[in-house]
């Protein structure tokens, strides 16, 4: 598996990493649906997800 060795990181470890930052972009894209069909509603959701994930 040479994508885990070079993010140094198990498999259970990176699997849970993964479907984190998935929630995080699932949500923020039904905010930025929602912001979409009504602009004046949740005005920075794309900002706030992207500020939610953190890669290392």
Sequence with gaps: ?????D????????L???WKMAV???IGSIRCIIHGVIPAVDTECAQSTAKKV???
Excluded: C, P, Q, R
Excluded at 1 to 5: E, F, I, K, R
Excluded at 7 to 14: I, L, P, Q, T
């Design 16 to 18: 849970i990493g993964a």
């Design 7 to 14: 993010v140094e990181k198990g498999y259970f470890s990176h």
């Design 54 to 56: 953190k890669i290392n």
């Design 24 to 26: 995080i972009f699932f």
């Design 1 to 5: 598996m040479g994508h885990l060795a």
